[in-house]
């Protein structure tokens, strides 16, 4: 971390940062761990669920945007929820708890069955090479956990800026019984979703942007 980052993180995490059993790895989840909505938040409400929250672009935004939700936010790279941590002290939002750990994992194992009303992941690690293919978030496993996790009319929204885990991405989803796409093919852009740092170096290398959306009946 820089010296910023550093004072973000000892000064604040305690306000924002849930901690997770973690498993083997620092940032693998435990088998047993449990997230309880309820009691991370303190209220009840619409949960929605970013994996891979970076520094915070999207979450501090839509926080303020929507203060009736809770949103939980993970990502395993600490100098990012430190960034993060301080973005949300600019932004004045009270609704967020950031979790240093894998989402997937979460999602899977430590999130109550129906309890997501969205799942955001933008722009996830396109893992370009066949043999690192098995690395990539998107995935059948992966894809089922999502449809237990998320309450009846619940979305999962996606974006990337790589046509090839777009294509995968699509096709793993619509093989999912547990799932239906929303639009009939890509999505638009989903107008909620603020631009950012990455999204905006995707376009300016001359990428094209793919948004989906798909939800559980």
């Known amino acids: 971390m820089n010296p910023s980052q550093q004072r973000a993180w000892d000064g604040l995490r305690e306000r924002w940062v849930v901690e997770l059993p973690a498993g083997e790895r620092t940032t693998s ?22 994996i891979g929250s970076g520094a915070g672009e999207v979450v501090a935004t839509l926080a303020a945007r929507r203060p009736e939700a809770n949103l939980l936010a993970f990502e395993v790279f600490e100098p990012a929820v430190a960034s993060t941590l301080s973005r949300l002290e600019r932004t004045g939002v009270d ?17 109550p069955e129906g309890s997501i009303t969205e799942l955001w ?7 370009h090479k066949a043999r690192h293919h098995k690395r990539r978030l998107v995935s ?21 800026d790589w046509d090839d885990y777009a294509e995968h991405a699509a ?5 999912e019984p547990g ?5 009939d093919g890509p999505a638009p852009r ?28």
């Open 179 to 183: 799932l239906v796409p929303v639009h």
């Open 171 to 175: 096709a793993v989803l619509a093989a």
């Open 29 to 50: 989840v435990a088998g047993h761990a449990r997230l309880d909505p309820l009691a991370v938040f303190g209220r009840p409400g619409p949960l929605l669920v970013e």
């Open 95 to 111: 609704n967020v708890r950031l979790v240093v750990a894998d989402g997937s994992q979460a999602v899977s194992a430590a999130l």
């Open 140 to 160: 059948p496993g992966f894809a089922a956990m999502v449809a237990r996790a998320l309450v009846p009319g619940g979305v999962w929204r996606l974006a990337t």
């Open 190 to 217: 989903w107008e909620e979703r603020p631009l950012t740092r990455y999204e905006e170096r995707g376009l300016a290398a001359g990428r094209t942007i793919t948004d989906l959306a798909f939800r559980r009946p």
């Open 121 to 127: 992941t933008f722009f996830p690690d396109p893992w």
